[in-house]
């Protein structure tokens, strides 16, 4: 016999999470209990409820979807930080929140946790404009109905959903689920819109001389990956990917062109795409930040491929699934490989560093040189917003390495829980994380998870005494921030049974050491804090700072 709870849990896994992560409070004690009961479901604790958002979100990122179950209001409203991330960065997180008692609705009483208010609805509206789709579960018999909505539609549009369980009705009976193709079936194109827009694009494509592909960071939402890079040989162009796309086309690639990013682009990506006479962009997202402060974005002749639209030449056509689209125009088109040919001309390697002198003063430079060293194709690199975005970007990823960055919401402190939840789904791979001292101080507590269940990821944490980023765009005295031990946590954290590893890098040798004892170590997270200048940062970082204030600053324009 089913119940809410385990018709959830048994969702859950049919869709194929084979976890869920969670913090206990008194409105999801039951259903806590229900879940546990769905064998193949591991419940995965979390330090606080904005974590366990972000824990399921980095979840996503390996899984392709997750689940977090908090507590009423208090558990809820933290975790909405990271729903609003997961809708930002297209990952179908299902957000479940206990709820207070049915009868208690409608009634005279108050409720703790709450605004000490008698509308309990104020959660379910939050969530309805963070998610793609909110339900409140008050009946059993509804139950089946309303989460099945939620996670199809969840996983259809690769955004977040929220279902609202009533504490009283998590162990009440319901319907045992019918066939999961339900929920999980995809959407497919409408064939004439499908046609017409392969047909629109190859027209568009064989009147111009030079196009170019520019990869963006939808493409892996849409599970276009492959698609993409059958278009790109067919054509045999450039293929140049936007910042938030780094690693969604191999960069190992011939036709690989580096990240296009204005300013502080990679390899020659600025030159090639502003040499091109069309530019096709694919699951692209062009912001403030991603335009470099509106400074680089293609004009002129575009071809817009989203999730679910192809847009060009005063055309839109609508329920055109991208994967479709690329396959279909990769064998319709002709080879159109102009850009390729002067990518080749004007493509320089960039130097490789040399290592710095052992015992000299830790740099950037040095560091991001270690760090390249461990990347190898069984790794994901985890950059966090801040400098290491900009130093990140700069790796250069063997076949098989993945790269996730958080480009779109930008909330520093992500990483620490998105690489947790991150590890605990994909267990076989290298997990390295490149986090900065700030944006470390909101989240720090979930290494003591990672301690927990033994995980062995390495975190650069980069102390360079502040907030980096913030102070390139604009500097003052709020930018400064109260300095931590971050090595000697890892003592407090592991208490009495833990086994992760602290250490503290001053130069390049000491660095050298602690990457050798960090890949020894199997039974727990290793955290190297790299201590280095306040002022050392990354060339692109001074450049696109400069590019961001300056959008930041213009004035009202008038009316
Ligand atoms: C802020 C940012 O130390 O990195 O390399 O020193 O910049 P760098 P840190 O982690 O500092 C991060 C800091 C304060 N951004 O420079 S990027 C504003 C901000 C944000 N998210 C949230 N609050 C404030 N991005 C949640
Ligand atoms: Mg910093």
């Not at 990013?261 to 040499?275: F, K, N, P």
């Not at 055109?320 to 690329?326: E, G």
């Not at 130093?391 to 063997?398: D, F, S, W």
């Not at 700030?438 to 269940?453: C, H, N, P, W, Y």
């Amino acid at each position: 016999m089913y119940t809410v709870g385990t018709y959830l849990a048994a969702r859950l896994s049919q869709i194929g999470l084979k976890h869920h992560f969670a913090v206990a409070g008194d409105f999801n004690l039951v259903l806590l209990d229900e879940l546990l009961k769905g064998k193949e479901l591991e419940q995965v604790y979390c330090c606080n409820e904005l974590n366990c958002g972000y824990a399921a979100e980095g979840y996503a990122r390996a899984c392709g979807a997750a689940a977090a179950v908090v507590t009423f209001s208090v558990g809820g409203l933290s975790a909405m930080n990271a729903i609003g991330g997961a809708y930002a960065e297209n990952l179908p997180v299902i957000l479940v929140s206990g709820a207070p008692n049915t009868n208690d609705r409608a009634t005279e009483h108050l409720i703790h946790h709450t605004l000490a208010t008698h509308d309990l609805s104020y959660q379910l509206e939050i969530a309805r404009r963070l998610t793609v789709a909110a339900v409140a579960i008050t009946s059993a018999i509804d139950a089946p109905h309303q989460i099945d909505h939620a996670i199809r539609t969840a996983l259809r549009e690769k955004k977040p959903a929220y279902i609202e369980i009533a504490c009283n009705i998590a162990a009440a009976p319901c319907a045992e689920p019918g066939p999961i193709s339900n929920v999980v079936a995809e959407e497919l194109s409408d064939p004439e819109s499908l046609d017409a827009a392969i047909a629109t694009a190859d027209e568009f494509l064989r009147g111009k001389r030079k196009p170019v592909l520019l990869i963006g960071s939808k493409l892996r939402a849409a599970g276009a990956e492959q698609q993409a890079l059958e278009l790109a040989e067919a054509l045999g162009c450039a293929v140049a990917v936007m910042a938030a796309a780094k690693s969604f086309f191999p960069e190992e690639h011939p036709q690989f062109a580096g990240i296009y990013l204005g300013e502080v682009s990679t390899h020659q990506a600025r030159e090639i795409i502003d040499w091109s006479d069309a530019v096709l962009c694919i699951g692209t997202i062009f912001n403030d930040y991603s335009t470099v402060g509106w400074s680089a974005m293609p004009t002129g002749s575009v071809l817009i491929a989203d999730s679910e639209r192809v847009y060009l030449d005063g055309h839109d056509f609508a329920r055109v699934c991208l994967r479709d689209f690329l396959s279909g125009l990769a064998r319709k088109t002709e080879k159109q490989d102009a850009t390729m040919v002067e990518y080749k001309r004007v493509h320089s390697e960039p130097l490789l560093e040399s290592p710095a002198t052992p015992d000299a003063k830790l740099t950037r430079t040095e560091l991001m040189r270690q760090i390249q060293g461990l990347v190898t194709s069984d790794c994901t690199i985890v950059a966090e917003t801040g400098d290491s975005w900009f130093n990140g970007l700069r790796l250069k990823l063997p076949a098989g390495a993945r790269f996730e960055i958080e480009m779109q919401w930008g909330s520093i402190g992500w990483s620490v829980p998105a690489t947790f939840g991150y590890a605990v789904g994909a267990p076989n791979r290298r997990i390295v994380a490149m986090i900065g001292d700030g944006s470390f101080q909101l989240t720090a507590q979930e290494v003591a998870q990672m301690i927990r269940r033994k995980l062995p990821v390495v975190i650069f944490l980069i102390n360079n005494h502040g907030y980096t980023i913030e102070v390139e765009i604009h500097d003052g005295p709020y930018n400064n921030i109260k300095n931590w031990d971050y090595a000697g946590l890892m003592q407090a954290f592991n208490a009495e049974d833990g086994h992760g590893l602290g250490m503290r890098a001053t130069s390049g040798a000491e660095l050298a050491d602690a990457i050798e004892a960090a890949v020894a170590h199997h039974d727990g997270p290793t955290l190297i804090e790299c201590i280095i200048d306040r002022d050392d940062c990354s060339p692109e970082l001074i450049s696109w700072g400069r590019l961001v204030a300056r959008a930041n600053a213009r004035p009202p324009s008038p009316q």
